[in-house]
C-alpha cells in the first residue's frame, strides 16, 4: 500500500511540475512577446536566406561547375588520371581545381570520390584516402563502395586492420548481393592473411544466412579455409 500511495503521490507531482513549467512559459511568453518575434523573425530570415543560398548560389555554381568538368571527366574516362585529377594550366580544370573552386555542389562531391580513383591509380594512397572520406553520400551502394575503397588503400599502406575494418563496414553497407559478395570476400581473405579468423568468419555466416541460395564456391572455401585456420 505504502508503494501505491508514493507512486501516486510521484505522479502527483509530475504533473503539478509540468502544470507549474506550462504556467511559467506563458508567462515568459507573454512577458517576452516582443523578443521572441524578433528572434522568430530571424529564424525566418536565416531559412531564407539559407533556400535564396541554395537557388541563387549553389545552383548556379553547380550548373557552372557542370560544364567546368567535362574535359576532366573525358580524361577520368580515358585513364588518364594525372590530366584528370590536375587538369591543364589555361586550358580546363581538373578533379582537385573543381573541388576548390566549386566546393558545396554536387559537381564537386563527386569530384572527390573521383579523384579517389584517380590516386589511388597513380599510387597516392592517402590522397585517395582523403578524398574517399571527404565524398559525402546516402546512397546505399556507393556507401559501400566508398567504404571499400578506403579499405582498398588503406591494405596498399600496409594498413590491414583498419583495411578489414573497412570491408566489413562496406559488406554490411548494403544489401544489393553483388557489392556485398565482393566486399565479404576481400575482408574474409584478409581475414585469413592476418589471422583475424573470427571476423572473417562471422561475416561470411552473415552473408549466408541472408541469401538462401548458400554461400557460392568461392565464398565457401573461404569458409573452409578460415574454419580449419582457426582450429
Known amino acids: 500500500m505504502a508503494r501505491k500511495e508514493n507512486k501516486k503521490y510521484t505522479t502527483q507531482e509530475a504533473f503539478e511540475t509540468l502544470e507549474s513549467t ?19 523573425g530571424v ?7 539559407y533556400f535564396a543560398y541554395l537557388n541563387f548560389i549553389i545552383e548556379p555554381k553547380n550548373k557552372e561547375a557542370i560544364q567546368e568538368v567535362v574535359t576532366a571527366d573525358r580524361m577520368y574516362r580515358q585513364d588518364s ?12 580544370l581538373g578533379f582537385n581545381q573543381i573541388i576548390d573552386e566549386y566546393g558545396g555542389t554536387d559537381v564537386a562531391n563527386l569530384a572527390k570520390f573521383k579523384a579517389g580513383v584517380a590516386n589511388y591509380k597513380l599510387g597516392n594512397y592517402q590522397e585517395a584516402i582523403d578524398n574517399f572520406k571527404s565524398f559525402s553520400t546516402s546512397e546505399k551502394v556507393m556507401s559501400a563502395v566508398k567504404e571499400g575503397s578506403i579499405g582498398d588503400a588503406l591494405v596498399q599502406l600496409g594498413k590491414k586492420e583498419e583495411g578489414l ?4 563496414k562496406a559488406a554490411k553497407a548494403t544489401d544489393v548481393q553483388t557489392i556485398q559478395r565482393i566486399y565479404t570476400i576481400k575482408a574474409a581473405m584478409l581475414g585469413y592473411e592476418i589471422k583475424k579468423y573470427d571476423e572473417a568468419i562471422s561475416l561470411l555466416e552473415k552473408y549466408n544466412s541472408e541469401y538462401t541460395e548458400g554461400l557460392s564456391s ?8 578460415l574454419t580449419n585456420a582457426k582450429q
Open 43 to 49: 529564424i525566418v530570415l536565416a531559412a531564407i536566406g
Open 165 to 168: 575494418s573497412s570491408y566489413v
Open 22 to 40: 506550462a504556467k511559467n512559459s506563458e508567462r515568459f511568453v507573454e512577458k517576452n512577446a516582443k523578443l521572441l518575434s524578433i528572434i522568430f
Open 218 to 225: 568461392e565464398p565457401e572455401k573461404l569458409y573452409v579455409l
Open 81 to 92: 588520371m594525372q590530366l584528370a585529377l590536375n587538369g591543364s594550366a589555361g586550358a580546363y
